[in-house]
């Protein structure tokens, strides 16, 4: 299976390949890992794939003011590695040993993955469920769009044509503050079959499910249930899974609440 | 007599074996191992063209149109072809065999004319530069068709309201019945009868290496050249030369290093036959590799069978009968040329195959559908057959309240039962069941496991223990194949010949795809002759240069193989000895070859290095007596005559624990205890078996093709598509028996499929083992927590 | 070659130029342009593995990355590898206990292996096992491969 023709640029400042990206048939390469596969299938033949990888501005992980700020080109290696992402946001360290393989993960960015929003991903239901703020830069300069309002639809995300996702802000979780960070897949490095990044701050809990709908969902039902049966019963209000090649709604449902009981404790 | 001419397995005699029985690593693994093999994609030849395929994306449909314009303008492109250009240089096929009786299958063409019958069947074939070019230029062809109703439920298929071929009258490839009588009255005076239907998911090979042709037809002198990734080069070599039209000794096909194959390799594909047909029309190299979609949708699938299955027995738990009714789907056509019906039939020969009932009576149908072909896969029809005898089995152990490994203990055929003709007319020479279960308990601790899982289950723990007994097919007769008219060799040949340094060349006509086959040759050829292993090498797989020969299907390396190089060897000393004696002037009686030298047989003092003697039989004749020639080259052939299949033996288990929560299982452990006969290697044997057994796992837990009602493939990618990796799977314990065949001198009997056809049925077995407190069993395999869950109760 | 683009990578030690067209991945441009065949395509959506080699010290996947992404990296393949000795007490142990048959997988699982010792040289039997996920082996079931790892790693025999 190769891939279609297509032109290459690797651009080296940002002003020039957010005008690159602005052109119709163009796509942004950064980790590749999900973008290359689905161009070796032939899934997708854009005219112009724009490389980000030298723009320096789009990398690193810094924490600041209690703030810790992912660049979109850093790598699940590299936040696997971070001292700052294990202090704190257990939940993402958690959710990246999850994310594929070792060679993958040396390329695979966490810009990619928000953009690209796969609904079994993990990285869109941590930062929802810690709702993260997505920086989006154009020509036209910088948008902040808040988690909850990014994750559209299946594969489909608020950035506009012409917007690239330039870094993710999350508050760093305080002491009294509770993660959980669980997920199903049939083997190792899959993507999952449920998964569930939840966050209890303050008596309240952010329950992000992925792979449960076409976008990481919150349970809101759940998460304001009192005790874990009526929680669990309530998940069948904030959840209509679609079936899967494997797994009918029924069990994925059923699964969601597995995690939910797994979870409950530890927040 | 000396050790040369005793069998292996001669009873009390001292027969040095040399390096047969050794764990000795493989010399041709050392190149694999810095990426300097040689596989058919590597090779680099002047003016290589490539192909890709345009394939039907429609079950079935008729080819109204195929427009070539756009394709033929893209850049690169040297032809674009369709069905018809390509039938004029390569005649049709029908997989049919006599031996099968019955059995029916129209004509396929190289490539589909008229009627796609598949999603996946090639249609056209487009020749480029490169495989990027051909492959921009398949998008660009354009097509009209007529989509036509597709058949794909089996039930369906057999119903017959739509017919596939209508010139064959339904849609009934192959149909067998067998009754020894008596049944009926087995069941109705048994104390117990037990039924279960049982569903096998269709799945594959997934093959590291997709398939690789590379053909290379010379127009000066009318020949053909094909680097294939093939198990049977010979029987390439007639395919290619009967259909292609060129004579058999101008065809000769290379197998250079195999990336693996288990028998998705050993069949005929039209796409292949097409890159064969396209190189002598172009009268240039041409070659092809299956990329991964099109493998997914192209490389032969197997084992869908859905089995309805009954046992009788006794309250003591005798068996007393079997009856079998199986129904397997397989594609629009039956495989060339060992057919899509052997499966089927050998589900018929091996059910209740380790057990000493005289009553059976079984039904086949083999029917058509628009998926995807099947044929032979490692194995073959021995992890149905093992795991619908083993599953019924456990259920009447389990009513009757007996611990399953006593159950089988009282109705596993004796080992002095022997030779024992089975109720489906299959005859075994000598098996070891009792030996191995005995072996298999011990080896696991059994019992230690048992009370283990007793004490887990009161604390909610729930494990499983489950066994699987079984036979299989090995080392075959023209009994699988020739009898019924196939140009497929049983025998084999080698030769060895010693060069005028003293080393030793192996050119045998079984092949090797990473089983180990040249490593074994060689120790049974530096023992048979007497070398160490490092003055050795073997070459397989180049009909221009071994003697003719079968290959590699149905574990006959070793067991034949093996035996011809055997044989060459000790007749290659006996010349080595004489040419001796002519130097030496001493009597043949008194010497023998052992360490690179020849030795006085009595006292081991080294008289001649075997380099002497090669300097001398090769460039000095003229000091050798004038009536003497030495003839350093010796080839013997062998087949196995007495049996139609040499069968083996063995006993799997597997230790599981499921999450009822979750429906997932945990592998804890898997044992087997294996009778191959004489072990050659003994570390190469047990790699095979848990090669095999992972195999088999996938096939249990994670494997199936999964076709929608309109005969797409839904998961026909590695990440859809679900093979067993390295986190998941457990350690395989393994432990041998050793009963040899007394039908050749080496004793060895085959191994490579065994551990893929137990594995299934002893992680079933475990599953519902573990289930069985929950009050749950599960028939379908793969084994999905889906399954799992609704077996529980947990989803509806 | 209508979108060629000038790359310069440094393959096992030696500095390639090239002009090279973008849709060409890396493990294709190894194998095709400069002969490297030690590198595998089993399934080029990067599933199986097979196609692992190291850039810039890391071990990658390389039907995943555009050989023009390559420009100014470092690539080592299986090749150089064996030569510089790097895999040669892997490749030991892998041989001695037959951790490969078709040897189709071999080269990456030795990249993966090696990138385990220099990353985790006290991993457990399990975390060994982990690292290897990501590769597919049809022929050994895997043991034997973690069996010889874990004698490279732990010295046992």
Known sequence: MKAAPFAYAKPRALAEALDLAARPDAKILAGGQSLIPSLNMRLSSPALLVDINALGELKGISLERGVVRIGALATHAEIEKSQIIQEHLPLFAAAVRHIAHPAIRNRGTIGGSLALADPAAEYPACVLAMEGVIFARSSAGQRQIRASDFFKGLFETDLKPGELLAAVEITAQLKDERSAFLELARRQGDYATVGLAAFATNGTKRLAYFGAADRPVLAQNAAKAKDLDSAKAALAKDLQPPADLYHSSATKLHLAQVLLERAWNTL | ?796 | MEHAVEATLTVNGTEVRRRIEPRQHLVDFLREELGLTGSHLGCEHGVCGACTVRVNGEIVRGCLMLAVQADGCKVDTIEGLSDSGELAKLQLAFHKRNALQCGFCTPAMLLAARDLQLRNPRASREEIREHLSGNYCRCTGYQSIVDAIEEVLHGQG
């Open chain 2, 1 to 796: 007599m000396g050790r040369a001419e005793l069998p292996l397995h001669a009873p009390g005699t001292q027969v040095d074996r040399g390096y047969i029985g050794q764990s000795v690593p493989r010399p041709n693994a050392q190149r694999l191992l810095q990426g300097r093999g040689a596989y058919t994609d590597d090779l680099r030849f002047p003016r290589l063209a490539h192909v890709a395929f345009f394939r039907s994306p429609h079950a079935h449909a008729k080819i109204r149109k195929l427009d070539f314009k756009a394709a033929l303008k893209s850049p690169g492109v040297i032809g674009v072809f369709d069905g018809r250009a390509v039938a004029e240089y390569c005649t049709p096929w029908v997989a049919v065999l006599a031996h099968l009786k019955g059995i029916k299958s129209p004509p396929q063409h190289a490539i589909a004319i008229e009627r796609a019958c598949w999603q996946g069947e090639a249609c056209a074939a487009v020749v480029a530069e490169s495989r990027s070019q051909a492959e921009d230029a398949v998008g660009l062809i354009e097509a009209e068709w007529e989509e036509l109703p597709a058949v794909i439920d089996m039930d369906e298929s057999l119903a017959g309201k739509i017919v596939i071929h209508p010139e064959l009258g339904d849609n009934i490839c192959f149909k067998r019945e067998h009754d020894t009588g008596g049944v009926d009255e087995a069941f109705a005076k048994a104390d117990l009868v037990v039924e279960e239907t049982y569903g096998f998911g269709r799945h594959t090979g997934v093959c590291n290496e997709g398939r690789a042709i590379l053909a290379d037809y010379n127009a000066g002198e009318h020949s053909l050249t094909v680097y294939h990734a093939t198990q049977a080069p010979h029987m390439m070599q007639d395919i290619f030369s009967r259909h292609l039209g060129i004579p058999e000794a101008s065809v000769r096909v290379i197998t250079k290093d195999v990336g693996g194959s288990y028998g998705i390799k050993v069949h005929v594909y039209p796409d292949e036959m097409a890159t064969a047909a396209l190189s002598v029309m172009l009268r240039r190299p041409v070659k092809f590799v299956a990329d991964r979609l099109e493998s997914f949708l192209s490389d032969i699938h197997a084992r869908e069978h859905k089995a309805k299955v009954r046992l009788a027995c006794t309250k003591e738990g005798e068996i007393l009968a079997f009856e079998l009714d199986d129904l397997t789907p397989i594609g629009p056509y039956s495989v060339y040329p060992r057919t899509s019906g052997i499966e089927g039939n050998q589900v018929v020969n091996l059910t209740g195959g380790p057990y000493k009932h005289q009553k059976y009576r079984a039904k086949l149908n083999v029917v058509f559908t628009n998926k995807n072909v099947t044929c032979q896969y490692r194995a073959v029809g021995h992890p149905i057959a093992v795991t619908l005898t083993e599953a019924i089995v456990d259920l009447a152990a389990a009513k009757l309240g007996m611990d399953p490994a006593e159950f089988r203990r009282k109705n596993l055929i004796p080992d002095d039962a022997y030779p024992y003709t089975f109720p489906s007319g299959i005859k075994f020479e000598k098996l070891s069941h009792h030996q191995t279960l005995d072996k298999l308990l011990a080896l696991m601790d059994y019992k230690k496991l048992r009370e283990e899982q007793a004490a887990l289950r009161k604390r909610k723990v729930y494990r499983g223990i489950g066994l699987a007994a079984m036979i299989e097919v090995t080392n075959p007769s023209p009994a699988f194949y020739g009898v019924g008219g196939a140009r497929i060799s049983a025998q084999d040949g080698a030769t060895l010949r010693l060069e005028p340094t003293g080393m030793l060349t192996v050119m045998c006509s079984v092949t090797e795809q990473g089983q180990g086959t040249e490593g074994i040759f060689a120790q049974i050829a530096a023992s048979a002759v007497g070398v160490s292993m490092d003055k050795v090498r073997v070459i397989t797989g180049d009909t221009g240069v071994t003697p003719y020969g079968g290959g590699t299907w149905a574990s006959r390396g070793a067991g034949i193989g093996g035996e011809a190089v055997l044989l060459a060897g000790r007749a290659l000393r006996s010349n080595m000895l004489d040419v001796a004696a002519a130097i030496l002037k001493m009597d043949k009686a008194e010497l023998d070859v052992k360490n690179n030298a020849v030795v006085h047989a009595l006292t081991q003092e080294a008289k001649l290095p075997l380099a002497e003697l090669g300097r001398v039989g090769y460039f000095r004749p003229d000091t050798l007596p004038a009536d003497f020639q030495a003839e350093l080259t010796v080839t013997r052939h062998y087949t196995p005559r007495q049996y139609g299949f040499t069968f083996t033996n063995g006993m799997q288990a597997s230790l599981v624990e499921i999450d009822p929560d979750t429906g997932m299982v945990k592998l804890l452990k898997h044992w087997c205890v294996e009778d191959c006969g004489t072990v050659i290697n003994p570390m190469l044997v047990d790699e095979q078996i848990r090669g095999g057994v992972v195999q088999g796992i996938g096939a249990a837990l994670y494997e199936e093709c999964l076709y929608d009602a309109n005969g797409q493939l839904l998961n026909g990618n590695m990440a859809d598509y679900l093979v067993p990796m390295a986190l998941e799977m457990p350690d395989i314990v393994c432990a041998h028996i050793e009963t040899p065949t007394r039908q050749s001198q080496l004793g060895a009997k085959g191994v490579g499929e065994a551990g893929t056809a137990g594995a299934p049925g002893a992680v079933m077995n475990a599953i519902n083992d573990a289930l069985s407190p929950l009050k749950a069993r599960v028939t379908s395999m793969p084994f999905t927590p889906e399954r799992i869950l609704r077996a529980l109760g947990k989803v509806a």
